[in-house]
Each structure stands twice: as C-alpha cells, then as structure tokens.
C-alpha cells in the first residue's frame, strides 16, 4: 500500500511502534528457513481437485490439500472483525485465494475447538459474479464500520478510524475490511458502484519492501494481499480500543504471521527451484529479488 499524506511530525508514535514489531515479525517469519515444513515439501503429493492436479492449496475452490497434521493451527481468538476479497485477477496468482484456502482450514479448526464466533471470512469474483459483490451503498449492515483497504486519494490513515470510537467500548469503529486482490496497475475493480461508495482506509506505515514475487511499475510500498492484510490485522489487533477485542503483543507476534504460511511455501518452493535451476531461467535472479524484479521490468521495456 502507498504512503499516507501525513508528515513525520503528525506521526503518531502507537503505530510507529506497530509497524516496527509488525515488520520484524514479518522479516523473520519470511527469513526463517522454514524448518520441519522445509522437509514437508518432499513428502507431500500432488492432489486432484477440481478436475486438475493441485499443490497446496486449489485455487478453485479454495481447499488447502496439505495434510491435516502438517497445517498451522487456528488463532487463539478470532480477529476482531470481517474480511471480504474482491478477486479481479488469476486465480493462481491471487494471494487472497491463498489466505481463503488457509482461513477455511482454521475456522474448521477453531469450530471443532472452540465456542467462540469467528469472522467472517468472503471472497466474490468480480471477473465471473460481479452481480454477487454484497450492496455496501444500500445495505444497512455493511453502511457503517465497513472500509476498503486502498491507498491514495480520499484515503485516510487506519488509525483515524480505530480511534475515532475509542472511547465508545459498545461500538466497533471497524466491522468489515474489504480488500481487492488485483494488479497494482489495473485496480478496475474500485470502480465497480458498490466499492466505489466505500470509505478508503490506508495502512498509516507502508513498508518499502514487499516479499512478494511479482513486479510492478508503481513504485515502492506495493504490498500483495496477504502482506496488506497482515499489516493491517496487526493494527487493528493491537489496538488500544477495547471494542475490537485487542491482542497481545505476543499473540500479534506469533499467531498473525500465520497468515502468510502458504505465501511463506510458494515462496520458499520459487527459490528452490533456481537454486536448482528446476526452472527456465531467463531472469538470472530469482523474482522476488530486487534485482529480479528490475530485470523484469526492463525485460518488458525492450519489448
């Protein structure tokens, strides 16, 4: 997500503190070499889903097709609000389609386990069921407490939300996150007329770097979905309004990276395969590198 337009002096130190324990949460997660789940991904098999041959996860119908002991295990309580996908791009690219396959696996989890109500995770495909995207502009129960995360104009810092009510512990400010899984270059699906009339929410810290592998041209603090929703959920989470269901630093640290567990394997799987030139190499660097990433974009200049 891109920057906010507030100055360092405004900065308000509580999300600075955030971010930091966010981002290096996020840096060693991303960094560790994945220990027992490295020597997991010898032993898992291919499995038919959908008509097709799958790894992981299908894409699909969001099923998470690795073993039930192998998977990472639910949270401790469920996050204090509602998340909704709006998917306008592949599939097999979308790292929103990952957390679905993931979040599904551990809501089951948490059902079989606990009384507790989770959220609500959705996903609508605005390339086949746009018609299916909830009426945010007419619908009573997603007007208030509902925004979409997006950057840029008319945007304004997530913290100005989360305590705008702080002090109201009988109202949640932030009831349903909306994000869309799409290209940085292409985000058409802002124009659709119900998340158009959404209020935008942007993350108040954008991290410069991204982990994740594919390019762009839009410059730095570009996050995919996943990355995004982690930034944001650890906000929220950590959170000094009581109305939300605040988090433990220690609960923000060791369960919300979780998140990016199957981020954390496709990417791991991509370095493996240069490693061991399993791949048609055309860029002599891996592509979630920066200078991956660089190669690629004069790659498409010269074309």
Request: charged content about 25%; aromatic content about 10%.
């Given at each position: ?23 290096q949460?996020l840096?060693a997660y991303m ?5 027992a789940a ?7 098999k ?10 992981l996860?299908c ?17 401790s309580?469920?996050?204090?609000f509602?998340?909704h996908?709006?998917l306008?791009?592949r599939?097999g ?14 809501m ?11 959220s ?7 390339t086949?069921?746009s ?16 925004y ?11 913290s100005s939300?989360?305590?705008n ?18 290209k940085?270059?292409?985000p058409?699906?802002r124009f659709?007329?119900?998340?158009a009339?959404l ?18 041209n839009?410059?730095?603090g ?12 650890w ?17 923000c640290?060791?369960?919300l990276?979780?998140l990016l ?6 990417r791991t799987i ?17 592509p979630?590198?920066?200078?991956g ?7 498409r200049?010269?074309?």
């Amino acid at each position: 997500m891109t920057a906010t337009n507030q100055s360092p002096d405004d900065d308000p130190s509580p999300t600075t503190a955030q971010h930091d324990a966010a981002r290096q949460a996020l840096d060693a997660y991303m960094q560790d070499k994945l220990g027992a789940a490295s020597e997991c991904l010898g032993r898992w098999k291919r499995e038919q889903c959908c008509d097709k041959s799958r790894f992981l996860y299908c894409p699909e119908c969001c099923s998470l097709l690795v073993p039930p002991s192998d998977r990472p295990v639910g949270f401790s309580k469920p996050l204090p609000f509602d998340i909704h996908f709006i998917l306008d791009d592949r599939r097999g690219s979308s790292t929103g389609v990952q957390l679905m396959a993931l979040f599904q696996s551990m809501m089951q989890e948490e059902e079989e386990e606990s009384d507790n109500k989770h959220s609500t995770i959705q996903m609508f495909d605005i390339t086949e069921h746009s018609q299916d995207i909830p009426p945010y502009e007419e619908n009573a129960e997603y007007r208030e407490g509902t925004y979409l995360l997006f950057p840029g104009e008319g945007s304004v810092p997530l913290s100005s939300v989360l305590n705008n009510n702080a002090n109201d512990n009988n109202k949640n400010p932030l009831k349903t996150l909306v994000l869309m899984d799409c290209k940085w270059s292409r985000p058409s699906s802002r124009f659709h007329p119900s998340i158009a009339s959404l209020p935008k929410v942007s993350l108040d810290h954008p991290p410069e770097k991204s982990y994740y592998w594919r390019w762009h041209n839009t410059g730095a603090g570009m996050l995919s979905t996943v990355e995004a929703l982690f930034f944001a959920s650890w906000q929220i989470c950590s959170s000094s309004s009581s109305s939300i269901g605040k988090w433990t630093q220690d609960q923000c640290q060791e369960e919300l990276v979780r998140l990016l567990w199957l981020f954390r394997l496709q990417r791991t799987i991509i370095q493996t395969k240069y490693d061991n030139n399993e791949v048609n190499r055309c860029n002599p660097y891996a592509p979630f590198t920066e200078e991956g990433k660089q190669f690629s974009r004069l790659l498409r200049k010269q074309k």
